[in-house]
């Protein structure tokens, strides 16, 4: 859902390091670039985070939270580090490509 919501149909490695270099577009500004890593450690996080909940608590798997989560948090992170972020959080949560560029 993410990638989706990204606009990729990447196939992406297992390896951390490797996949966090396949996440990011290239040839992008760096204030781009640097949103790219945001969003990325803010799926994976959450990814992870829900899945220990799953394990450790008993909890159940709901893509849905998940999703809307990733992009509750990764929305915060971009309007608070980027200064001139200036997107309402539907318009990033219809169209992030568009806030970033």
Known sequence: ???EWLGSSLV???DAQLHFKM???LGLKHA???CWGGIWVGIVSKIRNHRNRVVFENGGVDLVEVFTVVQRKT???VTVKERLADFSYSDWCLEPLCCMS
């Open 1 to 3: 859902m993410c990638l």
């Open 23 to 25: 996440f990011k577009p």
């Open 32 to 34: 781009i670039i640097r």
């Open 12 to 14: 992406l490695h297992c």
């Open 75 to 77: 929305w915060s992170w």
